[in-house]
T-cell receptor, first 115, second 114 residues
Framework: DAMVIQNPRYQVTQFGKPVTLSCSQT?????MYWYQQKSSQAPKLLFH???????NEADTPDNFQSRRPNTSFCFLDIRSPGLGDAAMYLC??????????????FGPGTRLTVL | AQKVTQAQTEISVVEKEDVTLDCVYE???????LFWYKQPPSGELVFLIR??????QNEISGRYSWNFQKSTSSFNFTITASQVVDSAVYFC???????????FGQGTTLQVKP
């Protein structure tokens, strides 16, 4: 089945220690997104790639970076995690068609704990 | 400005009851898309439905139905004969056709008791 895969499902890191979360997709979608979701809140978009073009949200901290080496993979790098970065991180994909965006399909998420 | 409001924070029903989740949106776009997603305790957001701004037809899928009314900027979701497995957080979301940015409501937590 075509899907969005996130690894690991649970990640524990230490305060200030860099961490990388990964996302892969078999849907061949050209757009990939990273969201941060804290407890009892809606997902918050951090950034997205439209093909190779990176689109950062204005309020995404510099501490968060992303890489997309190819269509299938996208990484979220947190350079110096703080306690406030503990959250669920969701990857999503979508495809564009006739100039418009379509529905986003989400992976299972990575729950990040910062000690 | 674009905004999605889900006024119901939590709803609790007994199994087999019908329940409606409300969603009201704001946008100045003429072309936009509305979605409902389900987030069970496992955390994954599951896509339920997409509706285009130019298609006001209501839709039924099994026990699920959606009522889209542009006149009131609402996109409500009804679960008929609810089941315990329906317990989850449900998000309504608005997508701008131009930016691709998905604007989520705050979510409604639905608890279905046996």
């Amino acid at each position: 089945d075509a899907m969005v895969i996130q690894n690991p499902r649970y990640q524990v890191t230490q305060f200030g220690k860099p961490v990388t979360l990964s996302c892969s997709q078999t849907l061949n979608h050209n757009v990939m997104y990273w969201y941060q979701q804290k407890s009892s809140q809606a997902p918050k978009l951090l950034f997205h790639y439209y093909d190779k073009d990176f689109n950062n949200e204005a309020d995404t901290p510099d501490n968060f970076q992303s890489r997309r080496p190819n269509t299938s993979f996208c990484f979220l790098d947190i350079r110096s995690p703080g306690l406030g970065d503990a959250a669920m991180y969701l990857c999503a994909t979508s495809r564009t068609g006739t100039g418009s965006y379509n529905e986003q399909f989400f992976g299972p998420g990575t729950r990040l704990t910062v000690l | 400005a674009q905004k999605v409001t889900q006024a119901q924070t939590e709803i609790s029903v007994v199994e087999k009851e019908d329940v409606t989740l409300d969603c009201v949106y704001e946008t100045r776009d003429t072309t936009y898309y509305l979605f409902w997603y389900k987030q069970p305790p496992s955390g994954e957001l599951v896509f339920l439905i997409r509706r285009n701004s130019f298609d006001e037809q209501n839709e039924i899928s099994g026990r699920y139905s959606w009522n889209f009314q542009k006149s009131t900027s609402s996109f409500n979701f009804t679960i008929t004969a609810s089941q315990v497995v329906d317990s989850a957080v449900y998000f309504c979301a608005l997508l701008s056709g131009n930016t691709g940015k998905l604007i989520f409501g705050q979510g409604t937590t639905l608890q279905v008791k046996p």
